[in-house]
């Protein structure tokens, strides 16, 4: 999200780019074919929405410097219902509760696990990159999943929170107009 939008005075403009934002995480929340993403530095607010919305989440070392939250709440913006949901979809409800409420931002090794945004780790003495370890676990994803089977389960494991955004998607739009 570009934060002078979301800042600023057009209400509209704020409720259009977080419709945006919301479609393009549906794309991915969706997708049939296995959303593989690696990320390489800082994901907060939409980067880390898009993590959420991804199936497998490869991050950068422990070592690296890099931020990973939804920090919306300390930047006084009240999260979207798609954000809320695609986050209940993939965290715990104690890190649900922290990780909006409290707009914890985390390190690449606390981002794993249980805190719900990240899956795998590239080792720092790794030879591969974050990317190239993405690629090659989409590779493998690739000859694993079978269809329609995949896109099946992906879809009704997230059934409620789809469904739930589409149908709240232009009332909670209103909330950003206001």
């Known amino acids: 999200f570009d934060l002078s939008v979301m800042m600023g005075k057009d209400k509209d403009a704020v409720a259009e780019m977080i419709t945006q934002g919301c479609n393009f995480g549906l794309r991915l929340f969706e997708h049939k074919l296995p959303i593989v993403i690696g990320c390489t530095g800082h994901a907060l607010a939409m980067g880390a929405i898009t993590l959420l919305a991804s199936d497998l989440r490869i991050g950068p070392s422990a070592g690296t410097k890099a931020k990973i939250g939804l920090n919306e709440i300390a930047i006084n913006v009240s999260p979207p219902i798609f954000m809320t949901e695609m986050a209940r979809a993939k965290m715990s409800p104690q890190m649900l ?3 909006i409420l409290h707009a914890l931002v985390h390190s690449p090794e606390k981002a794993m696990g249980e805190a719900g945004f990240l899956d795998e780790l590239v080792d720092e003495d790794s030879k591969e990159s974050v990317i190239e370890c993405a690629i090659r676990r ?14 099946e389960a992906k879809l009704l494991m997230r059934k409620e929170a789809r469904e739930l955004v589409k ?8 909330r950003y107009r206001k």
């Open 97 to 99: 509760n922290k990780n």
């Open 138 to 151: 989409a590779q493998e994803l690739g000859d694993i999943v079978q269809q329609p089977a995949f896109h």
């Open 167 to 174: 149908r709240t998607l232009a009332e909670d739009m209103d």
